[in-house]
């Protein structure tokens, strides 16, 4: 018999839900078929840690007397975006130091929510209702108005794992990747991963309430790159890329354990963002869904060291986590970007939250298309019909 989000939420609320991780389901799965498991079970627990560029958070700093309409902000010599509002600013995860490389966005941010206190400098050219030009002073967490995370893409599906068959070292958002195919690195959790666990989204979009930073947040639109005209696998699973989701959080009620800076060498900073969905099992397809494994997860390998990141090769989760796949006919060590250890504590939280009855579950407000593609940015000239397909 199927069940409804609004049933089980019952459940939560009267404590008797059953709710398990979903490394465990998957486990339970290779005993029991998908009916069993969906009447025994009610919620799956999913959850990912990894470097999630695309990130960043909004600001109101709160007004200065006299008032000022800033343009040029920064905080410890980090610029943050101005063109909001007299005293609103947002500060993406990548943005850089003026004066150190290695300090950026996803530091200010994680500094904010270890509550340290940091410089805020401000100019503005006048105006009659903002008349003061510059400041400069400290904040925190607590003056601050609003403090919150607003991430435009994370979560990716199943983002595709890196390689590189130059004879130089490249340096990338994928991590250092050694010359002639001495490495492979990916960064996804697996059969843990929340949106290969619902590859059809049908319990996750618009206001789904999931775990983000260490706290309560929301799905507020599908991610940017949202591409779910993928090419799949037999088990519905897109092969790389795939979908995305645009989410927010209160970063006053954040912790530094699911939020960290992070810099790779000669590319920049990034921020490792920690997110878990609880999903509910809703139906004997949706177990089945739920109890993929990391065998049955595939993803292509691309060669980094190529223009257009070709493909070199398809692998399973099963043999990235093994810590070697072949490629070329030959051995080659990989390595996660992503911390599976900080997931599963994600994972565990989340569970921990809806036994208690201090989670429950959310009916999406609309769904998220799945017929929807990205594509390359490419030289045209003004009035060119897009699909002209003009020249690069």
Request: proline share 4%.
């Amino acid at each position: 018999m199927a069940k409804t989000i609004a049933q089980i939420n019952e459940k939560i609320k009267a404590g008797s839900v059953v709710v398990v991780t979903a490394e465990e389901f998957t486990a339970m799965a290779r005993t029991k078929e998908p009916g069993q498991l969906a009447q025994e079970v009610d919620v799956v627990t999913t959850a990912t840690f990894g470097p999630m560029c695309s990130s960043g958070a909004v600001i109101n700093f709160g007004h200065w007397n006299p008032g000022i309409r800033m343009e040029d902000i920064t905080l410890n010599d980090v610029p943050v975006y101005q063109g909001l509002a007299a005293v609103d600013g947002y500060i993406g995860a990548t943005a850089e130091s003026k004066y150190d490389c290695q300090y950026g966005g996803a530091h200010v941010i994680e500094d904010l929510i270890a509550g340290k206190e940091l410089r805020l400098h401000a100019r503005g050219k006048g105006t009659d209702c903002y008349p003061t030009k510059e400041i400069d002073t400290y904040i925190n967490k607590d003056v601050v108005n609003e403090f919150y995370l607003f991430d435009p893409r994370n979560a990716y599906q199943n983002y595709g794992a890196a390689t590189n068959s130059t004879s130089k070292i490249k340096y990338t958002y994928m991590g250092c990747l050694l010359p002639s195919f001495g490495n492979v690195t990916y960064s996804t959790s697996g059969e843990l991963s929340p949106l290969l666990n619902d590859p059809y989204l049908r319990t996750i979009g618009l206001g789904t309430r999931i775990f983000l930073g260490g706290t309560q947040g929301y799905v507020v639109w599908n991610g940017t790159q949202f591409n779910t005209a993928k090419e799949r696998n037999s088990h519905g699973i897109p092969l790389g890329g795939g979908a995305t989701l645009a989410v927010i959080g209160d970063a006053k009620e954040m912790s530094t354990e699911f939020i960290r800076a992070a810099y790779y060498e000669k590319y920049g900073v990034s921020m490792f963002v920690g997110l878990g969905i609880p999903i509910p099992v809703l139906d004997d397809d949706m177990a089945g869904r739920l109890a993929i494994s990391n065998s049955e997860i595939e993803t292509y390998v691309f060669d980094y060291g190529v223009d257009g990141h070709p493909a070199v090769g398809k692998v399973n989760y099963a043999e990235l986590q093994s810590g070697k796949i072949e490629l070329n006919g030959k051995k080659v060590k990989t390595a996660p970007l992503s911390s599976l250890s900080v997931a599963r504590d994600i994972a565990d939280t989340l569970c921990g939250w809806i036994k208690d009855g201090r989670f429950l579950l959310s009916e999406p407000v609309a769904r998220f298309p799945m017929d929807s593609s990205v594509e390359p940015l490419r030289q045209r000239r003004a009035g060119q019909d897009a699909s002209e397909g003009a020249e690069r």
